[in-house]
């Protein structure tokens, strides 16, 4: 019997199955789709993120950023990183360093699903193997959450993403949040001739159409050639009664997703990653929940507020001139997050 068993070998499913490797622990990950796995997202990476995949051994290319930046029709708000700069890494990029640092430690990634999982007092059974625990980084829309009800409706306006590439060199080391009235447009250097652009939105339409809604980002982008397809993700926002269930314990997007918002998705997936690993190491799965809300209240809440803001008519217009008018509130608040 093996000491865990690693749904999905996303980030968060990666992250968790290496530090448990280098914990010492036997690790199977199983993970049905071919790498390097693509996913819709901002693409930029928290310095504190970045420094703990560097501490895992995961050696990272990219372009750094320095700070974000906040703009509407009328105003501009720069917030710089006081603790380092992160960094922009293509989904793709990201996924390869994870799986050659995996197969470095001679970690299993299997090309199969999970299945019926089966779950015993002190052992859980999936995709032929059994383990001690198993750890259910599968995603957004979670097959094992759904499969061992976990899910809760989520009530409100249903937000999605879509992200585009364009070839063109970036204009500022920030990243740059466009605010409208349909959504929010990130733009995030990723390499010295690339951009990633992600809309996120309730609003129904196609990306070019949603571009609409940034004159001045399409101005930006003017002449710029896509570089990649348009890709998807939504809904965002994932409720999620409990993190556990008996000897599975959820990891990264599959523990429940507020909204990507404040761009933290993947620091906050690797933060609980390591708690974890800790709680198993002990023994002691009962303590994962309270680990898990420890380490990513502050960033739920924030996000929260922020959503709830933007989903005001009154508020939401208000939000960049607000920063704009206290700046050093803003760059606590950003710096906080990063």
């Not at 959504?183 to 990306?207: C, I, K, Q």
Request: overall charge positive.
């Amino acid at each position: 019997m093996i000491d865990l068993l690693v749904a999905g070998a996303g980030p968060a499913g990666a992250a968790t199955a290496i530090r448990a490797a280098l914990a010492g622990l036997s690790v199977v990950v199983v993970e049905p789709r071919p790498a390097p796995i693509d996913k819709a997202c901002g693409e930029g990476i928290a310095h504190s993120a970045v420094a703990y995949l560097e501490r895992l051994g995961v050696e990272l290319s990219g372009r750094p950023f320095h700070g974000i930046r906040y703009l509407d029709e009328t105003h501009t708000v720069d917030a710089h990183f006081t603790a380092g700069p992160g960094l922009g890494v293509r989904r793709t990029t990201l996924h390869a360093a994870l799986m050659s640092r995996l197969a470095a430690l001679n970690v299993p990634v299997l090309p199969t699903r999970v299945g019926p999982i089966t779950q015993t007092p002190t052992s859980v059974t999936a995709a032929g193997h059994t383990a001690r625990y198993l750890a259910a980084a599968d995603g957004l829309h979670s097959p094992i959450r759904r499969q061992l009800s976990l899910t809760t409706p989520t009530p409100g306006a249903v937000r999605r993403g879509l992200r585009r590439h364009f070839a063109v060199s970036p204009w500022t080391d920030l990243v740059e949040v466009y605010w409208s009235k349909l959504g929010e447009a990130y733009v995030t250097p990723v390499a010295d001739d690339l951009v990633g652009v992600a809309v996120l939105t309730s609003a129904r339409g196609t990306f070019d159409s949603h571009l609409d809604a940034f004159p001045l980002l399409k101005r930006r982008l003017q002449g710029a050639a896509p570089a990649s397809a348009v890709m998807g993700a939504g809904p965002l926002r994932q409720r999620v009664t409990a993190r556990t269930a008996g000897r599975v314990l959820l990891v990264g997007d599959a523990a429940g997703y507020v909204d990507a918002l404040t761009g933290e998705g993947i620091a906050v997936a690797l933060r609980t990653s390591a708690e974890l690993v800790d709680c198993i190491r002990a023994d002691r799965p009962q303590d994962y929940e309270a680990a898990w809300r420890r380490v990513s209240w502050e960033c739920r809440l924030l996000t929260a507020s922020l959503l709830w803001a933007r989903n005001r008519p009154l508020l939401a217009p208000r939000i960049v001139p607000a920063a704009a008018a206290v700046p050093g509130i803003y760059r606590t608040i950003v710096n906080r997050l990063s």
